[in-house]
């Protein structure tokens, strides 16, 4: 029986790790490497899916601890599913929960069973177990099912990390056990490990023995040192199948995403640009701007010159700093646009590097102009 979702690989880099595939769904094609807008609450912050849809995003987020707490994953079921629910017709990758519970609910409890939490809403007292996050995730209908993990925090002892990650592993086999509709559904497994690299190996060898058809990098972008998570991702995509899309969890700032691609990651997410929109910071070719300063009170000039988003093409600093300061919906709607527009817009310059094989190129020309190295 086929997998809901396969990988085909179309070209490697000849200099570096990045690699240019294409990931074939049952709501269409993803093309890799991709950059996965986040629809946390079954909503893309600021953003009408068209919209989201015309930038040229294939695939969002969304998560089972939120939509499992509000409105309730059996709710989304009678309304057919997550993807009628928020009216999004492309691809669908749901997180397990495990992360959300540890970095927002309360008063939680790790057992083997799973994980005890008190709902960050209205202190309601929970259980996700392997099977519950399955059965949610089964339910809102995600073309990419994430198993129910345990990111271990940072730092942790070797002997926490190895406990937890032998417990996750025992969760997975749960998971894969619960998960019914393949041909429907696909379930990606999570590497964990900590910053530990026999750990890392031995995790990615027993979940690979398990065969997905996928594969995330967990227990990344947890507070650990550029460096150090560098060091373990340079190990961790060589343990992982070349057939099978991998998955970084949680890395989304453009240096991490170039950093990431050029090791052979195929997928990357963040919260960061509908999140700093919201703070009025916009992500532009030369930088990071932050839109409440007084320098552009009377700037009349798009925030980014080199961007043709909706944004840049129709409205000035002055007047997005304008709308910002007066707390008018519209800043985080416009600031939100241009974010998810450039680094989608990014995603696709790295894309066609990697085709003509100048992805060490295109990086150095990103970076010395972002960075203003220039
Ligand atoms: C920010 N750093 C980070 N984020 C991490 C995440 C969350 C990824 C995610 C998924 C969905 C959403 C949604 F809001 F769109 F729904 C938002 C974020 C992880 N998730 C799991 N399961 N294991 C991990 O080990 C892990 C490590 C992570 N490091
Ligand atoms: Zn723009």
């Given at each position: 029986m086929t997998d809901a979702i396969t990988y085909e690989l179309l070209h490697q880099d000849r200099r570096t790790g990045a690699r240019r595939g294409v990931i074939h769904t049952p709501h269409g094609d993803i093309q890799t490497p991709v950059f996965m807008p986040v629809g946390t609450q079954a909503a893309v912050k600021a953003m009408r899916p068209e919209q989201v849809r015309e930038m040229g995003a294939e695939i969002i987020l969304s998560n089972t601890y939120h939509l499992y707490l509000r409105p309730g994953h059996e709710l989304i079921r009678e309304a057919g599913g997550l993807h009628r629910f928020m009216n999004w017709n492309r691809a669908i990758l749901t997180d397990s929960g495990g992360f959300q519970v540890f970095s927002l609910g309360q008063l939680r409890k790790i057992t083997e069973e799973g994980v005890r939490f008190q709902s960050h809403i209205d202190g309601s007292r929970h259980i996700l177990t392997p099977e519950k996050a399955v059965e949610i995730q089964n339910a809102l209908g995600s073309d990419i099912m994430m198993a129910f993990d345990e990111c271990a925090p940072y730092p942790a002892d070797r002997e926490y990390i190895r406990d937890s990650m032998e417990r996750t592993l025992r969760w997975l086999e749960r998971c894969k056990a619960a998960h019914r509709n393949r041909e429907r559904q696909s379930l990606f497994a999570i590497m964990q490990g900590g910053m530990y690299r026999d750990l890392r190996r031995e995790c990615a060898e027993r979940m690979v023995e398990m065969d997905f058809p996928g594969y995330a990098i967990g227990g990344l972008s947890v507070g650990e040192p550029k460096e150090q998570m560098l060091e373990i991702l340079d190990d961790c995509v060589d343990y992982l199948p070349q057939d099978r899309p991998r998955y970084l969890m949680g890395v989304g700032t453009p240096d991490y995403l170039f950093e990431a691609v050029e090791r052979g990651i195929d997928m990357c997410d963040c919260v960061e640009p509908t999140r700093i929109a919201r703070h009025g910071l916009a992500t532009t070719s030369r930088g990071r701007i932050?839109?409440?300063?007084?320098?552009?009170?009377?700037?009349?000039?798009?925030?980014?010159?080199e961007c043709d988003c909706y944004t840049c093409r129709n409205y000035s600093r002055a007047y997005i700093r304008h709308v910002f300061k007066a707390g008018e919906m519209m800043s985080a709607m416009l600031l939100s646009n241009h974010n998810l527009h450039f680094l989608i817009n990014m995603m696709a310059g790295m894309r066609k590097a990697i085709e003509e094989d100048r992805f060490t190129e295109f990086k150095k020309e990103f970076y010395d102009k972002y960075y203003g190295t220039a």
């Open positions: 932050n839109i409440k300063n007084a320098r552009f009170e009377r700037d009349f000039s798009p925030l980014d010159p």
